[in-house]
C-alpha cells in the first residue's frame, strides 16, 4: 500500500490532502462547539454556517502559504512553522467574519477554540504521515550502517537528514568531548573515540562520517589515521563554508582527500602587502584557463584590480574561468574589468598587441606544457611554449613598462631526468637573465618553485579515484616514487605572496611540507575507502595495486632547491633559493642554438643545449614511439 501511495502523482496527493483538511476543519468545528457547550449535539440554525465557513476560509490559505507542496516525508521543522503561521491567519479571519456576522447559537469563544483544535489535527497528521512514509521508504531502500564522528551541529544536522532519507542508518556518534560521552542526542548515543573499533566489530558499520567542518587539517590528519586501519567507508562533510544554507544532505557528502591527509593548516597571507601589489592594477594572468592559472585569477579579483587580463590558447578553458570570475563578481559586488583573451604565448605579435592596448603593471605567467611524458615526446613544443614562451612575456612585460613579472615554475626543474622540467629550468634562466641584464625598465622578474597541486590535470588522485571507482587496479609507476602535494588554492595564495615580496631575480621556494609516497598514497586511499588491498599476502582484498614501471622521464623522487642554504622570507612557508644564472650574452647565443634545434625538430641539438644550460640535467633514455614535437 506505501508503494502504491509513494506513487501516485502530485496533484493526486494535494487533492487527497486537501480532502483530509477539509474533514479535519468539520471535525474540529464540532469538537469546539462540543467542548463550549460542554455536550455532544447536532448542529442546528446558523451553527451550519461555521461548518461551511471554516473549510472555506482554511483552504485559500493553506494554499498561499504553500502547504500542499509540501513532500510528507521530508518535513520538517520550516514545514511545521508554515503550517502554524497559516493556522494563525485562519484564526484571525475566522475570528473576524464570527465577530461581524454575529450568528445566532455560535459562541464568540468559538474563534479561538476552534483554530487551536484545528492546528493540533492538522500538525497530527503531517507528523503521523512523515513518520509512516519515510518509514515505509527506508524499507524499501538498502541502507548502510553508519558512525558519525562529531556530535556538533553538523552531525546533528547529518543524524536528522539520514533519518528522513533512509539510505543510512544511524548507530551512534563519536566526540572527543569527554561531556558528551554517554549521552544521547536526539536517541542517538555518542561514544568515546577509544570505542570505535568495538563499535564496528559488533554494530556491523559500514561507514564513518567525519562530521567536523570546521576541525583543523592537522586534527582531521589524526583522526583519519586513527580510523584507517578500521574495514569502513571514511568520508566527510564540506568545509563549514559549503555548509552555510544550514541543510546537511546524503549528497554533501565527499571523498577524502590527500589534502585530509597532509595535516597542514594553511598561513594565513599578508593582505596588506597584496592589496599594494594588485589593487587598482591591470593585471595579466597567462593560461588562465589552467588549474593553477584559474585560482589565481580568482584569488586576484578578491584584491580588486582595475583590469584582470585572461590570456590562453584554450577557448573552453577561457570560457569557463571568465564565466566564473563574472559570477564571482557579481556576488561580491566587484567592479572589476574583465577582459577574455585567446592567444598563445608562442605569438610575439600577439602578445606584443595585448601589451599596447591594456598596458598591464603586473604578469603571473602560468601558461606551461607540464605533463612528463607528453612533452618527452613532443620535445620541440615543449622548447616553444616553455622556453620562448616564457621569453616572449617577458620582453613584451618589459616593453611595456611592467611593474612585476612572476612565473610559475615547478620542482621539475631541479636537476631534471624529463625535457619538461628542463624548459622550466631554462625558463627561470630566461629571467634570471633578463632580471640582471641592464635596462632602463624597472620590471621586477621572478619565479616560484613548488611540487604537484591536488586537483589539477594529471594529478595521481583524481586517478586513483576513477581506478577505485572501476573496481582497480590501481596503477603506481614504481614502488618508491615520492611527490610533494599542496591544495591548488594555497599555492596560489602563496604565489601572489611570494611576488608582492619580490625585488628582482628572485627564485622562490614554497614549503611543501614532508613528501608523500604514492604507494602509500595508493594504499590508504583503498583502505578510507572501506576496501582492502590485494596482494600475495591478502589474496582475498577487494582491489589491486599494480606497479607499471617508470614513464619515459620520471624520476623518483623531486627536488626544490639545486644549491644549499635557502634563505627564509617574511613568509614562513616561502624561502628564496640561491641559484646560478647565465648572463643575458651567454644565454642568448644558447637560445639561438635551441631555436634553430627546435625549428628543425632536432632532438639531440635540443637535448644538447639543455645538458649545457641546465645544471643536473640527465636525459632518460625515450621509448621509440616517442616524436619530436
Known amino acids: 500500500m506505501h508503494a502504491h501511495i509513494l506513487a501516485w502523482h502530485r496533484s493526486i496527493k494535494g487533492m487527497v490532502v486537501m480532502a483530509l483538511d477539509i474533514v479535519l476543519s468539520l471535525f474540529a468545528t464540532y469538537l469546539a462547539f462540543a467542548l463550549r457547550l460542554e455536550t455532544a449535539y447536532w448542529p442546528e440554525g446558523q451553527q451550519w454556517w461555521v461548518y461551511a465557513l471554516a473549510p472555506a476560509l482554511a483552504l485559500p ?30 484564526g484571525v479571519l475566522l475570528m473576524t467574519v464570527l ?36 518509514e515505509q521508504a527506508q524499507r524499501l531502500q538498502p541502507r548502510g550502517r553508519l558512525l558519525i564522528y562529531g556530535a556538533g551541529t553538523a552531525g546533528v544536522q547529518t543524524a536528522a537528514a539520514m533519518g528522513i532519507s533512509g539510505q543510512y542508518k544511524v548507530l551512534g556518534f563519536i566526540d572527543d568531548e569527554t561531556s558528551k560521552v554517554g549521552r544521547s542526542v536526539n536517541g542517538v548515543r555518542v561514544y568515546a573515540q577509544t570505542e570505535v573499533a568495538g563499535l564496528v566489530a559488533t554494530m556491523v558499520v ?70 599594494r601589489s594588485l589593487a587598482g592594477k591591470v593585471v595579466l594572468v597567462s593560461g588562465a584557463g589552467g588549474s593553477i592559472g584559474s585560482e589565481l585569477c580568482r584569488q586576484i579579483v578578491a584584491e580588486r584590480p582595475r583590469q584582470l587580463l585572461l590570456l590562453d590558447h584554450n577557448e573552453f578553458g577561457l570560457y569557463s574561468v571568465h564565466q566564473e570570475l563574472q559570477a564571482l563578481c557579481l556576488a561580491g559586488n566587484l567592479t572589476v574589468e574583465l577582459h577574455p583573451l585567446l592567444g598563445s604565448v ?39 611554449n616553455n622556453v620562448f614562451g616564457t621569453l616572449n612575456m617577458g620582453l613584451a612585460a618589459r616593453a611595456c613598462g611592467a611593474s612585476h613579472f612572476v ?106 611540507g614532508e613528501p608523500v609516497k604514492i604507494l602509500d598514497l595508493a594504499h590508504r586511499m583503498v583502505e578510507l575507502s572501506g576496501l582492502r588491498v590485494r596482494s600475495a599476502a591478502q589474496p582475498d582484498g577487494d582491489i589491486e595495486i599494480v606497479v607499471t614501471g617508470l614513464r619515459p622521464g620520471e624520476k623518483l623522487y623531486e627536488e626544490l632547491l639545486i644549491g644549499d642554504n635557502p634563505t627564509l622570507t617574511a613568509h614562513p612557508r616561502i624561502m628564496k633559493a640561491q641559484e646560478d644564472y647565465l648572463n643575458w650574452d651567454d644565454l642568448s647565443v644558447q637560445l639561438g642554438t635551441l631555436k634553430k634545434a627546435a625549428t628543425a625538430g632536432d632532438v ?26
Request: proline share 6%; glycine share 8%.
Open 61 to 90: 490559505v493553506f494554499i498561499r502559504f504553500g502547504l500542499y507542496r509540501a513532500i510528507f516525508r521530508y518535513t520538517g521543522q520550516a514545514a511545521l512553522t508554515a503550517t502554524a503561521k497559516a493556522v494563525g491567519v485562519y
Open 99 to 134: 465577530l461581524l456576522a454575529g450568528w445566532q447559537g455560535v459562541p464568540r469563544s468559538l474563534g479561538v477554540l476552534q483554530p487551536l483544535l484545528f492546528l493540533m489535527l492538522v500538525g497530527g497528521s503531517r507528523a503521523v504521515a512523515r513518520f509512516w512514509l519515510s
Open 206 to 275: 559500514t561507514d564513518i562520517l567525519l562530521a567536523m567542518p570546521s576541525a583543523t587539517r592537522g586534527r582531521r590528519k589524526a583522526i583519519i589515521e586513527a580510523l584507517r586501519p578500521l574495514p569502513v567507508h571514511i568520508r566527510t562533510l564540506p568545509a563549514m563554508a559549503d555548509l552555510v544554507s544550514g541543510r546537511v544532505t546524503v549528497q554533501d557528502f565527499k571523498e577524502l582527500d590527500i589534502e585530509d591527509l597532509l595535516g597542514r593548516d594553511p598561513v594565513p597571507p599578508n593582505t596588506e602587502l597584496l592589496a
Open 346 to 384: 608562442a605569438h610575439v605579435q600577439r602578445l606584443h598587441d595585448i601589451c599596447s592596448v591594456y598596458r598591464p603593471q603586473v604578469f603571473y605567467h602560468a601558461a606551461a606544457y607540464k605533463h612528463v611524458p607528453l612533452v618527452e615526446s613532443n620535445p620541440a613544443e615543449g622548447v616553444f
Open 407 to 512: 612565473l610559475v615554475s615547478t620542482d621539475k626543474a631541479v636537476r631534471p631526468t624529463n625535457v619538461m622540467g628542463a624548459t622550466k629550468r631554462m625558463a627561470e634562466l630566461v629571467l634570471q637573465s633578463l632580471a640582471h641584464q641592464p635596462s632602463e625598465a624597472a620590471t621586477t622578474f621572478c619565479m616560484v618553485r613548488f611540487g604537484n597541486v591536488l586537483g589539477s590535470s594529471g594529478s595521481v588522485v583524481p586517478l586513483f579515484r576513477r581506478q577505485l571507482a572501476t573496481g582497480g587496479p590501481l596503477t603506481v609507476t614504481h614502488a618508491d616514487v615520492t611527490r610533494y602535494f599542496m591544495t591548488i588554492p594555497e599555492a596560489a595564495q602563496l604565489v601572489l605572496q611570494a611576488g608582492a615580496m619580490a625585488t628582482g631575480g628572485d627564485v622562490f621556494v614554497l614549503d611543501m
Open 604 to 629: 639531440e641539438a635540443m637535448k644538447a643545449v639543455l645538458k649545457v644550460c641546465v645544471q643536473g640535467y640527465g636525459p632518460a633514455v625515450v621509448q621509440a614511439e616517442c616524436v619530436a614535437g
